[in-house]
């Protein structure tokens, strides 16, 4: 089992930078890839990032790439998503997730992972 607690969230202006974090429990951290989901008001959710089991493998939707960097910390069962230069349009409720399979979060395609509550984002113009 694998609990996820997003963290880092908040308002900041256009050109700002936050750091989201997530928590992960247990001792299993190490055998998941993780990956980072976004919900815009009224919007679908869509695929941000992800990251292999080992951190040496990312894939990052088009329209972050540059800007955002996903990174792990196995020892202390953290991921992390780095994101600069924000726009309004990031502005969204970042979701962190954990699965056995880097492709199927990659490629948002189903799969059953493990999801935490959100943290929300705001980038004022």
């Known amino acids: 089992q694998v609990q996820l607690v997003e963290s880092g969230g908040g308002l900041v202006q256009a050109g700002g930078s936050l750091r989201l974090s997530c928590a992960a429990s247990g001792r299993t951290f190490s055998r998941y890839a993780m990956g980072w989901f976004r919900q815009a008001p009224e919007k679908e959710r869509d695929f941000v990032a992800a990251?292999?089991?080992?951190?040496?493998?990312?894939y990052y939707e088009p329209s972050v790439k540059g800007r955002f960097a996903i990174s792990r910390d196995n020892a202390k069962n953290m991921v992390y998503l780095q994101m600069n230069s924000l726009k309004p349009e990031d502005t969204a409720v970042y979701y962190c997730?954990?699965?056995?399979?880097?492709?199927?979060?990659?490629?948002?395609?189903?799969?059953?992972?493990?999801w935490g509550q959100g943290t929300r984002v705001t980038v004022s113009s």
């Open positions: 997730v954990a699965n056995t399979d880097f492709w199927e979060i990659a490629n948002m395609k189903q799969f059953m992972g493990y």
């Open positions: 990251m292999d089991r080992n951190g040496g493998k990312v």
